[in-house]
């Protein structure tokens, strides 16, 4: 039973984001692409002062890379950057809140893995 509310929960954000689309104030644009499954994804942040200050994703990719998107925005919206980079992998998964077969929890982790990856750039 809890399981079935946690994947409607997933649909949910999946048919109702909050932050895909683009930022036209952008001060980082990241490519994200899962070559296993075809998921691809573009990122953009705006950063001031160490602060992400907005978020935005966009692109084709399975429900659950895009829900996972999603509640990356819940979490690193007005956060420090090192909010970011602390994110851990079990964090992210236990905040999707279902049970993930291993070729989907690399979708799951797709958004998280680019942002990881580029900070490296912040």
């Given at each position: 039973?809890?399981?079935?509310?946690?994947?409607?929960?997933?649909?949910?954000?999946?048919?109702?984001?909050?932050?895909?689309?683009?930022?036209?104030?952008?001060?980082?644009?990241?490519?994200?692409?899962?070559?296993?499954?075809?998921?691809?994804?573009?990122?953009?942040?705006?950063?001031?002062?160490?602060?992400?200050?907005?978020?935005?994703?966009?692109?084709?990719?399975?429900?659950?890379?895009?829900?996972?998107?999603?509640?990356?925005?819940?979490?690193?919206?007005?956060?420090?950057?090192?909010?970011?980079?602390?994110?851990?992998?079990?964090?992210l998964l236990k905040l999707l809140?279902?049970?993930?077969?291993?070729?989907?929890?690399?979708c799951a982790l797709l958004p998280?893995?680019?942002?990881?990856?580029?900070?490296?750039?912040?």
């Open positions: 039973m809890e399981d079935n509310i946690y994947r409607e929960q997933l649909m949910e954000l999946f048919k109702n984001p909050a932050y895909r689309g683009h930022l036209n104030n952008a001060t980082l644009t990241l490519n994200a692409n899962n070559p296993m499954c075809g998921d691809e994804l573009i990122i953009t942040l705006a950063i001031k002062d160490g602060v992400i200050k907005d978020y935005r994703y966009d692109g084709e990719a399975c429900a659950v890379s895009l829900a996972s998107a999603e509640i990356l925005g819940e979490q690193i919206i007005g956060e420090p950057i090192t909010k970011l980079i602390s994110l851990t992998k079990e964090e809140g279902v049970q993930l077969t291993t070729s989907r929890v690399k998280l893995e680019t942002l990881k990856d580029a900070s490296t750039q912040l």
